[in-house]
């Protein structure tokens, strides 16, 4: 019998290809196939930036409906954070504000997929991977299905202007920056993998690493100094 098959759909920012990379590969990993059509779960990552990314995230999980008849259909991303109650009247089987798999299998867990042979133990492997906001080295096998010859890494998210136009901080939270030897880490695996290009992402670039500072109230990295290190990384 062969695995279920699910399919992601993305809208918006780069950030946001780059967490849907990451949730397949999570996804994957708990024995799943990432599927082209028919797929018994799909799942719309979505966007808040206008109201006209509110309204191709509507029009989106239509269109996965449609595709496929046969699966739960699971609403995850920004526009859950900020318009939730709208978002809860697409129709969609579930609606869930973290992208992460394990916090979509908490949600499950009482929740009949309508899928069969073995969900419970899929479900469980998805909750006990270690949760971060990069893909472990191990899924990297499948990463050009998402982002074939350039590869975005996220280096960085959240923001902190809050500016009066603008609900990315409400959506993406705090500044969270990641380690530089994670993001090193994960540049060299894609090299390995056969990547040619590597480009940087992140909600708010220029604020890399300010979350991450000494006793003394010093920044540990900056942006500067993590791409010194990313180009001295083998193979670029």
């Not at 499950?108 to 309508?114: A, I």
Request: with cysteine.
């Amino acid at each position: 019998m062969s695995n279920h098959r699910f399919k992601i759909y993305t809208l918006g920012c780069k950030v946001n290809q780059y967490d849907s990379a990451s949730l397949a590969a999570r996804i994957q990993a708990a024995g799943f196939v990432l599927a082209k059509d028919d797929a018994e779960l799909a799942i719309i990552n979505t966007c808040a930036v206008t109201k006209s990314a509110l309204r191709k995230g509507r029009q989106m999980a239509a269109r996965a409906r449609r595709e496929n008849p046969r699966a739960k259909i699971i609403v995850t991303g920004c526009a859950v954070k900020i318009y939730k109650e709208e978002v809860g009247k697409w129709g969609a089987d579930l609606v869930v504000e973290e992208r992460e798999a394990e916090e979509i299998s908490k949600r499950f867990k009482n929740y009949d997929l309508g899928l069969k042979n073995g969900i419970q133990n899929r479900k469980s492997k998805i909750i006990n991977h270690k949760s971060d906001v990069s893909c472990s080295k191990m899924d990297y096998e499948n990463v050009n299905i998402f982002q074939k010859s350039r590869y975005f890494i996220k280096v960085q998210d959240g923001c902190r202007q809050f500016c009066t136009y603008c609900v990315i901080p409400y959506a993406r939270g705090e500044l969270k920056s990641r380690a530089v030897a994670e993001v090193v880490a994960e540049a060299r695996a894609v090299v390995d993998a056969g990547i040619k290009e590597i480009v940087l992402c992140g909600i708010h670039l220029g604020l890399y690493g300010v979350d991450r500072v000494t006793h003394n109230a010093q920044r540990i990295m900056n942006l500067t100094e993590l791409i010194k290190q990313l180009g001295a990384c083998p193979g670029n």
